[in-house]
């Protein structure tokens, strides 16, 4: 694991080469749901690198993992700050050249805010259960983690993961119940989104309605989507084999 200072933090971050690379494709940079980090992962990064070719690398956001606290209250564009001022000096200071950018939930979020700007070059961008307005679902999912929260395990599965996992779910948390969150909408950058996108997401997701995605293809021009059985709000832990296969084949459509 390595740190590199963003925007005044100390952010760790880790880059894990594929065992079967092939020279001049690009890194996937992928980024993190809302409660978690590069350990959270587990090992699915590498066995997407390991399938695409391309090195993987991850990194936890402020407050996350092992990264430094934020040291401020969350606003509700604190995805946006994200996506417009973290994401390009990370991109600029690991020197990743036209990456492809793997998101989940709020990862996936950040990552279609980033690519709907000026002059931004990627190779494709994948998204997993993201978040493009805030539904019922989405709230009532939140609720519920509130109970599991206080009445499981919960708290110490996460503390495996954080420096300080209370405030990691609280942060999560107190953003998207507040009240002037509830109109928040990332819908006007997808027709910007100049790269092709692979929008995935399961159907028993219990924080979204297949809207989300269906969203982003109605208004961004080259989508492709995967709609995964079985599967809740994590496709990469409910259905790996078939997240791993549908992202070789568009990297490697786009690639080869």
């Known amino acids: 694991m390595h740190q590199i200072e963003l925007a005044g933090r100390s ?8 065992a079967h690379a092939r020279p001049g494709r690009p890194a996937m940079l992928f980024l993190h749901e809302g409660l978690g ?4 992962w587990r090992d699915f990064p590498q066995r997407v690198a390991d399938a695409t070719g391309c090195e993987a690398v991850l990194y936890s956001r402020c407050g996350h993992g092992r990264s430094a606290p934020c040291g401020n209250t969350r606003t509700p564009r604190y995805l946006h700050a994200e996506a417009l001022e973290v994401l390009p000096e990370l991109l600029a200071r690991l020197e990743l050249d036209r990456p492809f950018l793997f998101g989940h939930s709020d990862g996936a979020s950040i990552a279609l805010i980033y690519a709907g700007q000026p002059g931004v070059a990627l190779s494709g961008l994948i998204v997993a259960a993201p978040h493009v307005m805030v539904e019922q679902e989405c709230l009532d999912g939140i609720r519920k983690a509130i109970q599991i929260y206080a009445e499981s395990d919960m708290p110490q599965r996460l503390a495996k993961h954080h420096r ?32 092709p996108v692979l929008a995935v997401q399961g159907e028993n997701d219990e924080y979204a309605t297949m809207e989300q995605i269906d969203r ?28 791993i296969a549908a992202v070789e084949g568009f990297v490697n459509g786009l690639l080869d």
């Open 37 to 40: 980090s590069i350990s959270m």
């Open 216 to 243: 982003i293809a109605r208004l961004a021009p080259d989508v492709a989507l995967l709609k995964l059985a079985d599967c809740r709000h994590s496709p990469h832990k409910d259905q790996p084999e078939a997240l």
């Open 164 to 195: 300080d996992a209370d405030a990691v779910f609280r942060a999560w948390i107190d953003i998207w119940l507040a009240p002037e969150f509830r109109d928040w909408n990332i819908e006007q950058c997808l027709p910007a989104i100049s790269c």
């Open 11 to 18: 952010i760790e971050y880790l880059r894990l080469p594929s």
